[in-house]
């Protein structure tokens, strides 16, 4: 599976511009089961595109690291992920590799249009907010979910029934200071109008496992966070669940130009998420 990766570095893109587009391609040619994919990167000939993982050493460094970190949630270890430039396979039985050259019987290419935002951005632009790019994606966006959560060994349930339910906070969730929030006087308001009716829970997921950020989201009833990459957990809420999540109200940009517009970062994929 040849592709091209965004800012693997950022859990945001890793998963929804990365393995989404590549677990609905292997849908699509009912590739999922019974085959264990090889993941290759391309990588583009002299200095890297911008923001992408190529960029710099910086960015290649995050993005090897999330890479390895990631994975897991598509079923897959670091061999299954090789490049254009770092050629990375395991046979079955642990043999020596007698090339560089793999010969496949099936493979599938062609990611673009199958991304969380297709030739949208991730709403920093008016443009964003004028077509909805995942409309009747919802049962789909579900499946991947699940496909990702059993990955991990975390149970496909639906949310608690009975109090006490559990209420996340995902603090400090972003590079950028404007969206790292505690929120203490919401936790406070909370606390004083339900009582014991709810669990309120505060995390800073960067800092969790891979299984423990899924545990967490699958336990809870309702997720709060800032928008942009480190909401992409939310995406491991179980069924009847409710996110809420905090956007910059005049962080939109276009042509590298503050237009003083809301940037509700990734809102189509998770309008059609619930």
Known sequence: VPFHSLLAKNPGHLVWD???????????????????????????EGKGMWATCDMNAVNRKGCDYMYSKFL??????????????DFRFRTNNNAAN?????????????????TDHGMKLHGWNRKDYETMHNYGRGAMLYEFRNFMASNVGVPIRKVKSEPPYIVTFSEMSSESTERNIKYPLLKKALTTAFGDS???????????TLEEQVQIAAESAIFVSACGGGAVTAHFLPQGASLILFYKEHGGIEDNRHTGLPARLDWDIFNNMG
């Open 18 to 44: 990365d393995f989404l587009p590549i677990y609905t391609l292997l849908r699509i040619f009912n590739l999922l089961e019974n085959y264990q994919p090889l993941l290759t990167r391309y990588i583009l």
């Open 72 to 85: 897991p949630l598509m079923g897959l270890h670091e061999d299954n992920l090789t490049t254009t430039n």
């Open 98 to 114: 007698k090339s560089n050259l793999v010969c496949a019987a099936q493979g599938a290419a062609g990611l673009g249009m199958l």
């Open 198 to 208: 709810l669990t309120l829970r505060s995390v800073k997921l960067k800092s969790k």
